[in-house]
């Protein structure tokens, strides 16, 4: 015979069964439809956006820059579509100053878009890796196809914000500029120019930051890598390609970009011999992009294989 | 009926340095999560001390981690290799990080959306949820100025805002300053009886003590002992069991006492007699007896070893049957 357990254990609660009437706040189990799991991607990448908005120096810093830079690049091409000082400055140039002015302000755009990688894109992976923010996904039924997805559409829609609306409202601007209806149609093209070129831009500053992203488990450590790269490797790329006339420059982000841009304008920049044949800079960004997204989902899905969360 | 989890000969090593070891476990019933009203869940608590391998097991169970060798089953799937059933499972993980420039709202109504929560539902499921938790006026703010309490109601929070039918619970109380953890034992208590099973670990026995009977103790990866915190007691019977009678003639119990052969031990206290029994049934036995017949005045019989505390002390030191 056993003696009462409440007399046994005072302090020992009574078995968590038996005290279920107590406590029926109506808890029901979810049965709402649930959105399907290969539309996770999709919440991730809002919440990419949503935490890029957070403060002022994240998205809202670069995407200023953007902004000051398309304003600036559009009086610029106001004052310059005026005929006498045209007469003045096209000499040495291969076009109308004032139609120059979309493709030269990529130069500008690409460095909003670098301000913007170093802010939020290279740290992307490495950040989630550092806080344990994996385990907040992949506890979830959530995929590293998803997550990698997400991730980069993210960071894609920003990046496409500060590269790809800047060089669209300049080219409307040089639309809207035109003295005839002739020359309108003569500058449609422009605006497809200014979408291939601002897009090209947008993936390669959105997918090769990501992957570097990808490189360490510590935000500054990739931000460090990505910096060091893209200053660093990029400018000795880009000066052997200069002094040995080589396409070498193409794995110069930036020159791989501007000449794409310029190939695209049919701009001739004298000043500029670093400027690599069009083949080699799409070749190189789409490299680019390849590597980024290729590095993002070989480490998220090694992470998944070795067992992610966890902060350190 | 299919256990909610099922671990079967489960090993999970880094490197040289093993995690888990051959780990059977099975846990819940998986029908009895699909009730309605009348359904109760139950909470078992992973009990262990720093390094033994709990969060090493829940991982393993939530997906986050593949066993070495053996087999998760998670509702009858492989979790790691298959979302489906990570859908119908909350965790919080024993780190409180999360994306602090976030407010609470906009945290957990994003898990919510990652668990499927159409984002119509998102927001209201996501206020239900925290509302749960303690947490509706605070959910506004920006998760970076939260005290460590309210973090850990926050995850708690985005652990159940899709309603799952298993939370897991790695550490909940950690830090949380005592007036909370007596809150939030309440609310999972609140939870497992509206119909959730909950696995939830620790360290601190006092905490599983306060919200469940039922407990494996894990040591050095291996599962040490699981079952029900009494059934596993009586399995110890190598260690005298200690019965502590205060009264107001404590030498009259003793005396009672010392002609048993299973006493293996008197002493006395302040108004009281602590009795050390090979078999505590006889025991109870013999008090009864002599409590009626010298019309002795109880004022408390208690039995040290029959808490969680002195259990795993016990299994931990080798003491185990």
Redesign the interface.
């Known amino acids: 015979?056993?003696?009462p357990?409440t007399?046994?254990?005072?302090?020992?609660?009574?078995?968590?069964?038996s005290?279920?009437a107590?406590?029926?706040?109506?808890?029901?189990?979810?049965v709402?439809?649930?959105?399907a799991?290969s539309a996770?991607w999709r919440?991730?990448m809002r919440?990419q956006l949503?935490?890029a908005w957070?403060?002022w120096w994240r998205l809202k810093f670069p995407l200023g820059t953007a902004l000051m830079i398309s304003l600036v690049a559009g009086a610029v091409m106001y004052v310059s579509s005026n005929k006498l000082f045209n007469a003045i400055a096209s000499k040495g140039m291969g076009l109308k100053f004032s139609d120059g002015i979309v493709p030269f302000s990529m130069t500008f755009f690409a460095r909003a878009g670098f301000i913007f990688s170093l802010t939020v894109g290279a740290s992307v992976i490495a950040s989630d890796a550092q806080?344990?923010?994996?385990?907040?996904?992949?506890?979830?039924?959530?995929?590293p196809i998803d997550y990698v997805l997400g991730k980069f559409a993210g960071l894609l829609l920003a990046t496409s914000l500060i590269m790809m609306a800047g060089p669209l409202f300049l080219a409307a601007e040089r639309l809207g500029l035109a003295e005839t209806t002739s020359e309108l149609i003569d500058l449609l093209p422009v605006l497809g120019k200014a979408a291939i070129a601002g897009l090209a831009g947008a993936l390669l500053y959105a997918a090769l930051p990501l992957g570097f992203s990808a490189l360490a488990n510590k935000r500054r450590t990739a931000l460090a890598l990505w910096a060091g790269a893209y200053l660093i490797a990029g400018s000795i790329c880009s000066g052997i390609g200069l002094l040995t006339n080589t396409p070498l420059g193409a794995l110069d982000p930036p020159t791989a970009i501007t000449s794409l841009t310029f190939h695209l304008f049919d701009v001739e920049w004298k000043g500029r011999s670093a400027m690599v044949p069009m083949p080699y800079a799409i070749g190189a960004i789409l490299m680019y992009v390849v590597i980024g997204l290729g590095l993002a989902w070989w480490r998220v899905n090694n992470s998944?294989?070795?067992?992610?969360?966890?902060?350190p | 009926m299919k256990p909610i989890i099922e671990v079967t000969d489960c090993s999970k090593w880094y490197g040289q340095v093993l995690g888990c070891a051959s780990i059977n476990w099975k846990f819940g019933s998986d029908e009895r999560t699909r009730g309605t009203a009348a359904s109760t869940g139950n909470i078992v608590g992973l009990l262990g001390p720093n390094g033994a391998g709990k969060s090493t097991l829940m991982k393993m169970i939530v997906g986050l981690s593949t066993p070495s060798r053996g087999t998760v089953r998670l509702f009858g799937e492989d979790p790691f290799h298959n979302p489906a059933p990570r859908q119908r499972l909350g965790y919080a993980p024993e780190h409180e990080k999360t994306y602090d420039e976030l407010t609470a709202l906009e945290l957990v109504s994003f898990l919510a959306r990652l668990s499927g929560v159409p984002t119509n539902q998102a927001i209201a499921a996501a206020k239900t949820a925290l509302d749960r938790m303690g947490m509706s006026e605070h959910i506004g703010r920006p998760i970076k100025g939260f005290s460590k309490g309210m973090r850990q109601r926050t995850k708690l929070a985005s652990a159940i805002v899709h309603q799952p039918d298993l939370l897991i619970l790695d550490e909940p109380l950690t830090g949380v300053d005592p007036m909370a953890r007596i809150d939030i034992i309440d609310r999972i208590k609140r939870l497992a009886a509206d119909g959730t099973s909950v696995v939830i670990s620790s360290h601190v026995l006092y905490e599983i003590e306060a919200l469940t009977t039922d407990i494996v103790v894990i040591y050095r990866g291996q599962v040490l002992a699981e079952g029900n915190i009494y059934d596993i007691r009586r399995l110890i019977d190598k260690h005298p069991h200690r019965i502590r009678v205060e009264c107001d003639r404590p030498r009259v119990v003793a005396a009672a006492a010392a002609s048993a052969d299973h006493i293996t031990r008197i002493a006395f206290e302040r108004d009281a007699v602590v009795l050390e029994t090979r078999n505590p049934d006889a025991c109870y036995d013999l008090l009864g007896q002599t409590i009626v017949r010298e019309q002795l005045h109880v004022t408390a019989l208690t039995s040290p070893d029959n808490n969680l505390s002195a259990v795993f002390d016990y299994l931990t030191s080798g003491g185990a049957a």
């Open positions: 015979m056993s003696a357990e007399n046994i254990t005072p302090t020992a609660p009574a078995p968590t069964r005290t279920a107590i406590y029926d706040l109506g808890y029901k189990r979810y709402g439809n649930r959105v799991a996770r919440v991730i919440n949503s935490t957070k403060g806080s344990g923010g994996f385990t907040f996904y992949f506890a979830r039924p959530v995929r998944r294989s070795t067992g992610v969360g966890g902060a």
